[in-house]
């Protein structure tokens, strides 16, 4: 395959995992690929799909006036954005092995690498699915028929990066399903927070998919795959920077349909500084930079799931 340089099937390190992960230190050797499969050595994808479901369920108990969000709620969330991470990622690697052989970030990948097979990157994917389907069916009805479709997304993303010339936005659609996910398993229904919510995440994977795009422009241009960075172009910042700016605003505009108070505010308010924080450090050719702040989404993340938690707490407790 081009630019596969160490014999087909060899036990090789994913170019942007990281460094010194157990997956590629610890874990028995026949298990790796498949591990690197489920991105289980880049943990940064499971949380930025974990987070929205979090601040989802956080939302609901702030407009609930529960005192924190449901426990097994979050730990279900948890378990769920693991295994469905994993097999979203299986699925798109599956699809996309020929367009990873020609990107040098990607080449690396079991399949495109030959560590995998791709028969049998099917049927981990069909294991994955089994752990996703078993979670789901934990919630009410309506929320199991929410996140059976939110498989319409996944399914067709990785065929869009070569039809349009923005598939982050598909990624968006996706990604951002956890909004409405926290919401729906405590009320049976989608309202106005989560459904705003939802546009507001939608946002931000954009904004935070594109930083990510830096690191393969050049590869990107060579293979001609379509993504938002090389659609942006020169207005890269500007363009990112008005994707977190929507973010904040309709992550606001949730919170305060959703009931929030003075601690919730502040912890969207940090949300929103973090953002901007990242657009001032983008610079649109350093790709290890671009990288570095793409996983800063998972602090980002935390603070404003901290902030809502918090508030909830103290909600409930000044209302004796």
């Not at 929205?52 to 369920?57: D, F, K, V």
């Not at 929030?260 to 990242?278: N, P, S, T």
């Not at 649109?284 to 930079?289: L, M």
Request: aromatic share 10%; charged share 15%.
């Amino acid at each position: 395959m081009p630019g596969v340089s160490r014999p087909a099937g060899e036990d090789r390190r994913v170019a942007d995992a990281v460094a010194g992960h157990w997956v590629d230190t610890l874990a028995p050797r026949r298990a790796r690929p498949y591990l690197r499969l489920a991105r289980i050595d880049r943990p940064i994808g499971w949380w930025l799909l974990l987070l929205p479901c979090w601040w989802s369920a956080s939302l609901a108990a702030i407009a609930a006036g529960a005192a924190f969000p449901n426990p097994l709620h979050l730990a279900l969330f948890l378990v769920g954005a693991v295994a469905m991470r994993g097999a979203g990622s299986t699925y798109n690697d599956i699809a996309d092995r020929d367009l990873d052989a020609q990107v040098e970030r990607t080449r690396s990948r079991p399949l495109p690498s030959g560590q995998v097979r791709a028969r049998h990157a099917a049927l981990f994917l069909f294991a994955q699915t089994l752990v996703g389907l078993a979670v789901l069916l934990q919630f009410n009805g309506t929320a199991i028929w929410v996140g059976i479709a939110s498989l319409l997304p996944v399914a067709i993303y990785p065929f869009m990066k070569r039809i349009m010339p923005m598939p982050q936005a598909v990624l968006g659609l996706a990604f951002a399903w956890g909004a409405l996910m926290g919401w729906v398993a405590a009320f049976g229904r989608l309202d106005a927070p989560a459904l705003l919510l939802y546009a507001g995440t939608i946002a931000w994977v954009i904004g935070y998919d594109t930083i990510y795009a830096v690191q393969d422009i050049e590869d990107d241009e060579m293979a001609g795959i379509r993504s938002s960075a090389r659609t942006f172009g020169r207005g890269l910042k500007l363009a990112v920077g008005l994707c977190y700016g929507a973010a904040g605003l309709l992550v606001a505009l949730a919170a305060w349909r959703a009931g929030i108070g003075a601690v919730g505010a502040l912890g969207v308010a940090l949300f929103c500084a973090h953002l901007g924080r990242q657009v001032v450090r983008l610079e649109p050719r350093d790709g290890a930079g671009a990288l570095g702040l793409f996983r800063s989404n998972r602090d980002a993340g935390l603070i404003l799931f901290a902030g809502l938690a918090a508030d909830a707490a103290v909600q409930h407790i000044l209302r004796g």
